[in-house]
């Protein structure tokens, strides 16, 4: 994602420090467990999610724990381009999984999964951001590395993004990846507690803001 840098909204009041940073290690890490292979030609990338699990003990130990687990089980590029690509048995793109795909061309335009797209795109847009062409904007390591970026900002709308847009759209993911048998279900249960410990932490610190 291109990004700009913007000030801190008016009137708004940073979390802690050491919150905001463990959260943001914590979802650039997922990001990068999302969208890549992990086996033993994946070191730096089994380290990173290892200093993630460690910053994320001290506010969850049981989404520590569930790192630790899924790290425990190596996933090698053919089973991963299996799961998550080419024809995935399990798409990566939040959407999918919740939405109808339109039947024909005329429906695609007006269909519902492209109003979700499209809500996502302005709230990428409200705090300066937007995807970089690649990826659809309800691609989930796409999501987290939203997050990662805008993880500081006591904003309404990055909470409206946790708790309407994000949050609701895991358990079909989730159901699919229980389905499948894969240690990545491992890795969904932790970052749903991840994501519910952030906008737990969120709305403490707008409604702090709020009540100054």
Avoid at 107 to 116: C, L, Q, T
Avoid at 136 to 146: R, W
Avoid at 191 to 212: F, T
């Amino acid at each position: 994602m291109s990004e700009t840098t913007l000030p801190p909204p008016a009137g708004t009041m940073p979390r802690l420090p050491a919150d905001v940073e463990t959260l943001r290690i914590a979802y650039a890490a997922l990001a990068e467990l999302w969208c890549s292979p992990r086996d033993a030609e994946s070191p730096d990338l089994v380290a990173t999610a290892r200093a993630a699990s460690e910053a994320v003990r001290r506010l969850d130990p049981d989404a520590a724990a569930l790192l630790v687990r899924f790290l425990e089980t190596p996933i090698d590029e053919d089973a991963y381009v299996e799961l998550f690509e080419l024809d995935p048995r399990c798409a990566l793109y939040l959407g999918s999984h919740t939405f109808e795909e339109p039947r024909s061309c005329a429906k695609a335009g007006v269909s519902d999964r492209n109003g979700y797209m499209g809500e996502l795109l302005g709230i990428y847009g409200h705090f300066g951001l937007s995807p970089n062409g690649r990826e659809l904007p309800d691609y989930l390591p796409l999501l987290l590395e939203f997050l990662a970026f805008a993880v500081e900002k006591d904003d309404p709308i990055r909470e409206k993004l946790l708790a309407e847009y994000i949050l609701p759209y895991l358990p079909p993911v989730r159901n699919r990846l229980a389905e499948l048998d894969t240690p990545y279900v491992l890795l969904m249960d932790a970052l749903e507690r991840i994501l519910k410990l952030d906008l737990s932490l969120a709305k403490e610190s707008i409604e702090e803001v709020a009540g100054a």
